[in-house]
């Protein structure tokens, strides 16, 4: 099993920046992709930036030169660097890892940008 908990949201005014954390614990196996996912109110949940195994990066284009996705050299932590931020990214944000195809979750943590 793979645990996943993230860690640095929490309310910032427009134009701010966070950074958020994702640790995984238990059998640490090494993903194909790591990610993170955001869900607002009302919207389904949308893929913000990965980065692949190769170290590869996508992002969404709403957030493309403002958000860095990088991973730790272990894998075991994932971030996302948010500069520049905008009401419009306030949601829940989850960290997803892919293993083999199965993607796991972490519980997800709120961010709230304050105009």
């Given at each position: 099993q793979v645990q996943l908990v993230e860690s640095g949201g929490g309310l910032v005014?427009?134009?701010?920046?966070?950074?958020?954390?994702?640790?995984?614990?238990?059998?640490?196996?090494?993903?194909?992709?790591?990610?993170?996912?955001?869900?607002?109110?009302?919207?389904?949940?949308e893929l913000v930036a990965a980065i692949t195994i190769g170290g590869s990066t996508n992002y969404a284009d709403?957030?493309?030169g403002r958000?860095?996705?990088?991973?730790?050299n272990a894998w075991n932590t994932v971030y996302l660097q948010m500069n520049s931020l905008k009401p419009?990214?306030?949601?829940?944000?989850y960290c997803n890892r892919v293993i083999s195809n199965y993607h796991y979750w972490g519980q997800g943590i709120q961010v709230t940008v304050s105009s």
């Open positions: 005014q427009a134009g701010g920046s966070l950074r958020l954390s994702c640790a995984a614990s238990g059998t640490i196996l090494r993903p194909n992709v790591m990610g993170w996912y955001r869900q607002a109110p009302g919207k389904q949940r709403s957030v493309k958000f860095t996705i990088s991973r730790d419009e990214d306030t949601a829940v944000y």
